[in-house]
């Protein structure tokens, strides 16, 4: 077994608790919750696994170095400190991402150019010569984060963020991202014990997370590349072992899963992206109208969409998100209903009563999970 080292997982605001939950189950140690963050450590088939088994994580960073930064030469020598030699030759290429809060630094494009100096300072140094950057596909990913006076330097694990699984080649004009969808469906209470619909579900995201976590499919199994299978130390035999062992906690699914749209177009681009995530057996997409289709199942239902908000997708608001609520009271009784919304004033034209709302973001967009429980017969009669 490999060494144990810290690492830090990335998520969206309100996801914390859910990737805590999420690392615990997959055997993470010292795990501690931040603000969309959770750290943990683990070695390095763990670092696979995370990356590979994790829904809520957007990126995974290793922390090599941390040190005190009040001023740009503080910032360099710092930096240049590090032995590079141990993560990258002078022949590979190199990216660097910064993130800053601080009273000292303000520009984080600067503190990024600022680094690049000090390595490729120290690669001449050392070597005669530096390595190129190249921002799309760097061999090495730098993650530089600088809190006040206090600096991190992180290698990025992952790569591109972890919501590109790899399966979704086709999207709309509002795509819901594949991390924000999983971490909606979690914190519905999903689990794969029941039938399940996205009566609005354009280019098939939250239907093909629905399907991954009923079946347990490991979220980025259909992703291209990580970060770390360019670094020196990349054994790809443990990562085929690690691979091969998360799939084995894969299960079968007995229930339905079904997708709505009203856009032939978009119904083309949700089954490309359902057959590109293999998910094809279990997803069945029709081009029906949520607000003229009957309930398609009389077992227990889940419903999970993303309805139309903002000036993307232009709707009329009040009338829309009435015809939402009728149609929940009229044609779904004995369902769990949620939603996503950003846009807060419309959820007083639903007509119900929400039993929960939980704040989230959807990019930089506040907006809130709703849910709605549809009874058979009254509330009250439900509770004799």
Known sequence: MGHNFEMVAKTLFGFEDLLADELKN???LNIQKGMRMVSFEGDNGFMYKANLGLRTAIKILKPIHH??????????????????????????????DATVFSDFFN??????????????????????????????????????HIHQDECTVSLDTSGTSLHQRGYKTATNIAPINEVLAAGLLLLSGWDGQCDFLDPMC????????????????????????????????????????????????????????????TSMAAIRKAQQNILNAGLEDY???????????????????????????????SVQTESFYKQIGDT???????????????????????GLKPSKKIKVYNGSLEARLVKYEMYDGSKKRKEL
């Open 26 to 28: 997959l055997g993470a």
């Open 67 to 96: 040190f005190e930064v009040k001023n740009e030469d503080d910032l360099y020598q710092g930096i240049y400190k590090i032995d590079w030699l141990r993560f990258m030759s002078e022949n590979q290429t190199l990216a660097i």
């Open 107 to 144: 520009h984080s494009k600067y503190v990024a150019l600022k680094c690049k100096d000090a390595i490729v300072d120290q690669f001449r140094f050392r070597k005669g010569t530096r390595p190129n950057v190249d921002i799309d596909s760097p061999d090495l990913r730098i993650n530089i």
């Open 202 to 261: 354009g280019s098939g995201t939250i239907l093909i997370e629905a399907a991954m976590i009923a079946c347990n499919i490991p979220a980025n199994i259909n992703r291209p590349e990580f970060a770390f299978q360019r670094w020196a130390d990349w054994d790809e035999k443990l990562f085929d072992t690690i691979k091969a062992a998360l799939l084995k906690r894969t299960r079968e699914f007995h229930f339905k899963l079904q997708g709505y749209d």
């Open 283 to 313: 997803v069945q997409i029709s081009l029906q109208n949520f607000f003229r289709a009957g309930k398609f199942t009389q077992n227990q239902l889940h419903i999970l969409f993303n309805p139309p908000y903002d000036e993307r997708i």
């Open 328 to 350: 929940l009271k009229q044609h779904y009784a004995g369902t769990n209903a949620w939603f996503i919304t950003g846009n807060l004033e419309a959820l007083k034209y639903v």
